[in-house]
C-alpha cells in the first residue's frame, strides 16, 4: 500500500453528520493528518456558497473542489486553480431539453453561487416540498426571476445543474435522455436529483489535476464518498473509501468499507490507513 499524502472527502454523508455537523472526531483526525503533512481536500457536489461553516474550522485545510469538480478553490489566497465546465453550445442544447420539462425543478450552479426560480422558491418556502430539502433550499438558493433566462445568460460558467424529480421513473427517463447527450457528465448525489456537468467534470479529474500541481501520485490518494457523485474518485484513488452508508453499487467500487457518517467512519478509515 502507498503511502496516504491526499485524503479526498465528500461532504454529506461521509464527512458530515445529520443537519451539516461536523463531529469533533472527525476535524480532529484530519488536523493530525494535516500535522503529518497529509493534504486534506474537500471534494463535494455543494457549490462554494452552501458550504458549512464548520468545514473552515478544520486547521490546515488548503483547497476545496466544489460543484461535483467543476472548481477548485485554493483557501489562502481564495483563488480559483481549476475550472471545467459544459461548453456553451452544449448548456443551451440541455436548456431547451428542460425546458420542454419544466415540470422538473433546477438549480444553476455558477460563479459559487446556485440560484432557483423565484416561483419555484416562493411556493417551497410556503409549502415545502415532498421531494427537495426544503430547509437547505432556502439557506443556499438564491431566487431569480427567470432561471431559464439566468441559465443561457450564464452559459459560459455553469458549474452545475441540478435537477430533482418527485417521481424515480421521470428521473430514470431523463437519466437515459442525458446519457445520450454529448459534452455533458450526468451524475447524482440523491434519490430524487441528477447532476449534469461538463464532458469531462468530476470529482476524480479535479483530484488528478491536484496531484498534478502538487506532485502526488493518484497512489497515494484515499478517496472517501457515499453517493454516485463519488464512484469516480473512489475508484481513481489508490484506496477508495465506501462509507456505510453508502450506496450498494459505491460499496461494490471501493478497496474498504468504513463505518457510516453518524458514527464517524471518515476518522475511522484515517487513524486506520494514515494515522
Do not use: W
Not at 87 to 108: A, F, H, Q, T, W
Not at 156 to 172: G, M
Amino acid at each position: 500500500m502507498s503511502e496516504i499524502k491526499l485524503i479526498a472527502l465528500d461532504l454529506d454523508g461521509t464527512t458530515l453528520k445529520s443537519k451539516s455537523r461536523l463531529s469533533e472526531e472527525n476535524k480532529t483526525c484530519l488536523e493530525k493528518a494535516i500535522e503529518k503533512g497529509v493534504h486534506v481536500v474537500v471534494a463535494t457536489g455543494r457549490v462554494f456558497s452552501a458550504l458549512p461553516e464548520s468545514i473552515f474550522e478544520i486547521q490546515g485545510l488548503e483547497y476545496i473542489i466544489t460543484s461535483n469538480g467543476a472548481y477548485i478553490t485554493r483557501l489562502k489566497d481564495m483563488k480559483n486553480i481549476y475550472s471545467n465546465y459544459a461548453s456553451g453550445s452544449v448548456i443551451e442544447s440541455v436548456g431547451k431539453i428542460l425546458m420542454n420539462n419544466r415540470e422538473y425543478p433546477i438549480e444553476v450552479f455558477t460563479k459559487g453561487r446556485a440560484y432557483i426560480d423565484e416561483e419555484v422558491f416562493e411556493d417551497i418556502k410556503k409549502n415545502g416540498s415532498d421531494y427537495m430539502d426544503a430547509d437547505y433550499i432556502m439557506r443556499t438558493r438564491t431566487p431569480v426571476p427567470h432561471i431559464y433566462d439566468f441559465l443561457f445568460e450564464n452559459k459560459a460558467e455553469i458549474e452545475n445543474i441540478n435537477i430533482h424529480f418527485r417521481h424515480l421513473e421521470d428521473r430514470a427517463e431523463m437519466k437515459r435522455v442525458f446519457e445520450d447527450h454529448e459534452g455533458i457528465t450526468v451524475t447524482s448525489s440523491m434519490p430524487h436529483n441528477l447532476e449534469l456537468g461538463g464532458e469531462t467534470t468530476s470529482k476524480a479529474d479535479a483530484i488528478l489535476n491536484l496531484c498534478t500541481i502538487l506532485g502526488i501520485e493518484e497512489d497515494n490518494v484515499m478517496a472517501m464518498g457515499d453517493s454516485l457523485n463519488d464512484m469516480a474518485m473512489i475508484k481513481a484513488a489508490g484506496i477508495g473509501v465506501a462509507m456505510g452508508n453508502a450506496e450498494e453499487e459505491v460499496k461494490k467500487t471501493a478497496d474498504f468499507v468504513t463505518l457510516t457518517n453518524e458514527e464517524d467512519g471518515v476518522a475511522h478509515a484515517v487513524k486506520k490507513f494514515v494515522l
